[in-house]
């Protein structure tokens, strides 16, 4: 068999591809260096990809005294964490998972002996779903933890991506070329949709449905008359892990974040609290907090239904914050 | 490692600058077998092991191989190769295949069993690996190929990293000779070979992640959820989406290993514009369909024992080969869709071959049609989550569903619809041209601009980049 192929010389088309190549390169480098530059001018600011890397090395590099907040986007949305940390004075690193059930990273703290400090965001319906896609989430990102820590580099190559993230709008995936196009079409300026600021996981990347006006809702699945029935392995399986974390002297403490409109009535009709969350605080012994029916939150304007605005977060930490305390949590010294 | 990713350019620039800095050629091969070595490690360090295992078994078997005049002791020494390097593969891919089917089938007759839980990871490109390093070993045996005296040659045939875990999967017969001759790299070769990888890039990150990833994702996974009409359209995105994905890939692969001074074999010649099955494997995967026909098809009988013989033969070589991309039935529900293919595509050869209309533009449009709708439909088999999956998108499709969920908006319809048929247009019309054919027809100007372009496009891309579909195989 005589070889096919020995020298890439057979292959060359004419023409002088070394020039074109560095002038390539060239052009694609000033356009965006020119892009970078518009992007900043019209208001966007560099900000990390909110993704399960992000997430993997948030939960790697947590501070041992921090809190965790764990739950759906609900909580990515409504929870400033400079204003917890600013009146608690407690560290806090976020660990939501945008439209993810996170019964699995649940059981994984408690499988990994987790005794520290949680702060769960419990929407029944994120967390009680059959809907497979909702569980996968949780399963992906805890995958993406454990590829980061196998690989060679440790997550360095991440950290290096967050430095250039957190320095170049242009790197970020919110950042989209469609946007753009739109705005200059229209000679209007574009919508920020800062969802990330800085190099630190504050908001998730739902939120910039909070940003939006007049949002409709994005399908029928919400109209849901009937009560499915309570998976009472999940509910299980959920019980179990805040049991164990709390036996070994952790600290769990439950709330349910707004939510108005269909989705409002999908978690009264068919998770009604006295099935679900308080069923859960009762077996765990984890303090609860509606914060639909305090009268602070509940003002707030919930415009996709399931989250809040974004610069309603610090009002809804603040007021969460003095609603635990009224439980003996988060107490001055 | 990833190549779309901002943490292979960094590898890439310092590989290059060692490379170009070292002043001999078996230094030059050290650096590129330490750097393939750490391109794989930088995934998961232990199975870098496995692959020195693998190498160091095949080095030595083939050398006994060739140095045996005893025809019983050279097939042992063969069927040693074949035990350990498929039994590896076998252990990797398929136990937790063959344990699921095992409980699946004592569940049918009343038994039940769990299987143990082995937590077993696949190893990046084991299967590409294995097959590179048995061609070597059967070749050897044939006498179609001298053993290799140096173990440094044969280590970086095996590991060489830009095809190291997603081909093409190349042949010693191809690259050994290429180690021999220190490589010259000329600035024409270099450029050639960065516009090469700039184009594959951009198939991958723009066409295949930022434009069809998306709608695949919406349609195949909501099955059960979704319209007749966004199932097709789902269809169409993972046709478009696997040929930007895997021919991106091996595009950059082919650049990459140019700006070395390596050359490397096709993987995919315009594969949509396939008139038949035959021309379609001649044309899609180029490296594993000759691999399976050299190795596999020929050594079963190929077509030298009859009719039926033939049909069984590629049948098994199709099953086979679907079994290769994955432990699962849909893969051999896509193998044995195309073994039939073959099958039918030969009987409709011998009915019909020898009438004018088979061979007029009408007659040859239809072939490409057929072949094109049918490849797209065994691809349903293959990205679809499960069988089931599947038979539902098709049922879907045939029944147009109305569907409970808007899983595409209007606007991406129509991209994903323009696309597809811009490349399966591009793909007919283009069928018989070189792709350099087309880039020299390119003006020269325009080419600086276009290649500037799809670099700016690449880092701007919406969405989540991802890694190859074909890493999973």
Redesign the interface.
């Known amino acids: 068999?005589?070889?096919?192929?020995?020298?890439?010389?057979?292959?060359?088309?004419?023409?002088?591809?070394?020039?074109?190549?560095?002038?390539?390169?060239?052009?694609?480098?000033l356009?965006?260096a020119a892009?970078e530059l518009g992007l900043r001018r019209v208001g966007y600011e560099a900000s990390v990809?909110d993704?399960a890397q992000l997430w993997a090395l948030e939960y790697r590099d947590r501070p041992d005294d921090a809190w965790l907040t764990l739950g759906s986007s609900r909580i990515a949305c409504a929870f400033d964490l400079d204003t917890f940390e600013e009146v608690t004075g407690e560290p806090v690193v976020q660990l939501g998972i945008s439209s993810g059930q996170p019964i699995a990273i649940l059981t994984y703290l408690n499988e990994q002996g987790f005794d520290g400090k949680l702060i769960v965001e419990v929407s029944p319906y994120v967390w009680f779903t059959d809907n497979p896609?909702i569980a996968q989430q949780a399963v992906l990102t805890l995958q993406t933890l454990h590829?980061q820590e196998?690989?060679?580099?440790g997550g360095l190559?991440r950290r290096?991506?967050r430095v250039?993230q957190s320095q170049l709008r242009?790197?970020h995936?919110?950042?989209?070329?469609?946007d753009l196009a739109k705005a200059v079409v229209k000679r209007a300026r574009p919508v920020i949709r800062q969802s990330v600021r800085g190099d630190r996981q504050r908001y998730c990347w739902p939120s910039r449905y909070a940003l939006m006006p007049d949002m409709p809702m994005p399908?029928?699945?919400w109209a849901v008359t009937e009560r499915a029935p309570k998976d009472e392995a999940s509910f299980d399986e959920v019980t179990v892990a805040i049991q164990g974390i709390m036996a070994r002297g952790g600290t769990v403490l439950l709330f349910a974040a707004p939510e108005a409109g269909d989705p409002r009535d999908v978690h009264l009709l068919s998770y009604p609290e006295s099935v679900y969350a308080e069923v859960l605080a009762e077996r765990t012994g984890a303090p609860y907090v509606n914060t639909m029916t305090d009268p602070t939150i509940g003002a707030l304007a919930v415009p996709d239904y399931s989250h809040i605005d974004a610069s309603d977060a610090p009002l809804f930490t603040e007021r969460l914050v003095e609603l635990y305390r009224e439980k003996g949590y988060f107490l001055p010294d | 490692m990833v190549f779309n990713s901002l943490t292979f350019i960094v590898f890439f620039v310092v590989i290059q600058g060692a490379y170009a800095l070292l002043p001999t050629w078996k230094s030059r091969k050290i650096l590129l077998l330490l750097a393939s070595y750490f391109f794989y490690a930088a995934w998961n360090p232990p199975f870098v092991l496995l692959i020195i295992l693998s190498t160091a078994i095949d080095f030595v078997l083939a050398r006994k191989i060739a140095k045996s005049t005893v025809q019983r002791h050279r097939r042992l020494l063969l069927m040693g190769s074949l035990a350990v390097n498929l039994g590896l593969l076998s252990y990797f891919k398929y136990s937790p295949f063959a344990l699921e089917s095992l409980q699946q089938a004592l569940a049918v007759v009343g038994i039940v069993w769990v299987p143990p839980e082995w937590g077993i990871i696949l190893p990046v490109g084991i299967s590409f690996y294995t097959f590179q390093t048995l061609s070597y070993t059967i070749d050897v045996y044939r006498g179609q190929l001298e053993p290799k005296e140096s173990l440094l040659d044969f280590a970086l045939f095996v590991t060489f990293f830009p095809q190291l875990v997603a081909g093409p999967i190349v042949r010693a017969v191809d690259f050994l000779p290429q180690l021999a001759v220190p490589r010259v790299v000329t600035s024409k070769q270099f450029g050639w070979g960065l516009s090469l990888a700039t184009i594959g890039l951009f198939n991958k990150v723009v066409l295949g992640d930022g434009l069809m990833a998306p709608v695949v994702t919406a349609t195949f996974d909501r099955w059960a959820l979704i319209s007749g009409g966004e199932a097709v359209l789902g269809t169409l995105a993972f046709t478009a989406q696997i040929f930007f994905d895997f021919s991106g890939y091996s595009t950059i692969a082919i650049g990459v290993a140019m700006t070395f001074g390596f050359a490397l074999p096709d993987n995919f010649h315009f594969p949509y514009g396939a008139r038949g099955f035959s021309d379609f494997w001649r044309r899609w995967h180029i490296s594993l369909s000759s691999w399976l026909r050299d190795y596999l098809y020929i050594s079963l009988g190929g077509n030298r024992r009859g009719d039926t013989r033939t049909n069984i033969n590629l049948m098994t070589t199709m099953l086979l080969g679907g079994l290769w991309h994955g432990a699962s039935f849909r893969f051999l529900v896509w193998g044995a869709l195309h073994g039939a293919y073959l099958f039918i595509e030969r009987t409709i050869d011998a009915k019909l071959g020898h009438l004018s209309w088979y061979h007029t533009t009408v007659g040859r449009l239809a072939g490409w049609s057929l072949t094109l709708g049918a490849t797209m439909l065994a691809w349903v088999f293959f990205r679809a989550p499960s069988v089931q999956g599947a038979f539902g998108m098709l049922v879907s499709m045939v029944t147009w569903a109305p569907g409970s969920f808007d899983a595409v908006n209007s606007l991406t319809s129509v991209i994903v619809v323009l696309v597809f048929g811009l490349t399966v247009c591009w793909h007919y019309l283009f069928r018989d041209v070189r792709v350099e054919t087309m880039a020299q027809a390119v003006p020269v100007p325009l080419r600086a601009v276009l290649l500037g372009a799809m670099l700016f496009i690449c880092m701007m891309a919406p969405g989540n980049s991802t890694a190859f579909i074909y890493f999973q195989f």
């Open positions: 068999m005589p070889p096919s192929l020995t020298s890439p010389n057979n292959r060359l088309p004419t023409g002088p591809w070394a020039r074109t190549a560095v002038l390539g390169i060239l052009i694609g480098g356009t965006l892009v990809n993704d896609l590829d196998r690989a060679l580099l190559e290096a991506t250039l242009i790197l995936s919110e950042t989209d070329l469609f399908d029928e699945s």
